[in-house]
């Protein structure tokens, strides 16, 4: 079946360090992937997509590449900020009739100290 | 403008009654879901509709009915309420292509006492 895998959280850094979030995923078929943030109180927002191997998702900072070799989409940032506190999700999507079914990770929760 | 709105942003109510949840997007996307979010933060999807129609119906108790008036509402009544189903409940709108990008609404705390 299909299913994502991320890395339990909570991770705990100070500001400017780097940050990876593990994900790998198990899937039928080329799903895209996907990565969600979701702020205290909010819902989830986009921050970054690969819709095929080898592509490269790239938003405020963050990156992830689209590893079809070892099924991976892991999250990296150079330098987080207080800001990027939040819950990310790796996600794939692959698509079923006319709607697209996202499968979500569990989440993993992100502190940054000052 | 917000593209997917909900209401109540919070809702809390006894056991045994019935509430709905309210979903309205304007971005004209033709599909809509809802998915519930537990307390660990799980996501899980429950419905999707496309144009009205059910498309996506995961297992979820039949409590639970999903009614879409036009394509850009889709409405969750959940009769019988139970302590179970407090959760976080996001609606999410998309458009029909290969790698379509949903959007999610700001949710809806309920708490079932």
């Known amino acids: 079946g299909n299913s994502v895998t991320q890395m339990e959280g909570p991770v705990t850094l100070s500001e400017e360090a780097f940050l990876t979030i593990n994900c790998t995923y198990t899937a039928t078929g080329y799903p895209s992937l996907f990565w969600y943030v979701q702020y205290p109180g909010e819902g989830l927002q986009l921050l970054l997509k690969?819709?095929?191997?080898?592509d490269k998702g790239s938003n405020k900072g963050f990156e992830a590449t689209y590893r079809k070799e070892t099924t991976s989409f892991h999250l990296e940032k150079g330098s987080v900020q207080v800001s990027d506190s939040a819950v990310y999700f790796c996600?794939?999507?692959?698509?079923?009739?006319?709607?697209?079914?996202?499968?979500f990770g569990s989440g993993t929760r992100l502190s940054i100290r000052p | 403008d917000t593209a997917v709105s909900q209401t109540p942003k919070y809702l809390v109510t006894q056991m045994g009654n019935d509430k709905s949840i309210k979903c309205e997007q304007n971005?004209?996307?033709?599909?809509m879901y809802w998915y519930k979010q537990d307390s660990k933060k799980f996501l899980k999807i429950m419905f999707s509709y496309n144009n009205k129609e059910l498309i996506i119906n995961e297992t979820v108790p039949n409590r639970f009915s999903p009614k879409s008036p036009d394509k850009a509402h889709l409405n969750l009544h959940i009769n019988s309420l139970e302590l179970g189903d407090s959760a976080v409940y996001f609606c999410?709108?998309?458009?029909?292509?290969?790698?379509?990008?949903?959007?999610f609404g700001p949710g809806t705390r309920l708490t079932v006492t």
């Open positions: 971005l004209g996307h033709d599909t």
């Open positions: 690969a819709t095929k191997a080898d």
């Open positions: 996600a794939l999507i692959f698509f079923y009739s006319s709607a697209s079914k996202i499968i």
């Open positions: 999410a709108s998309s458009q029909e292509g290969s790698s379509s990008e949903q959007y």
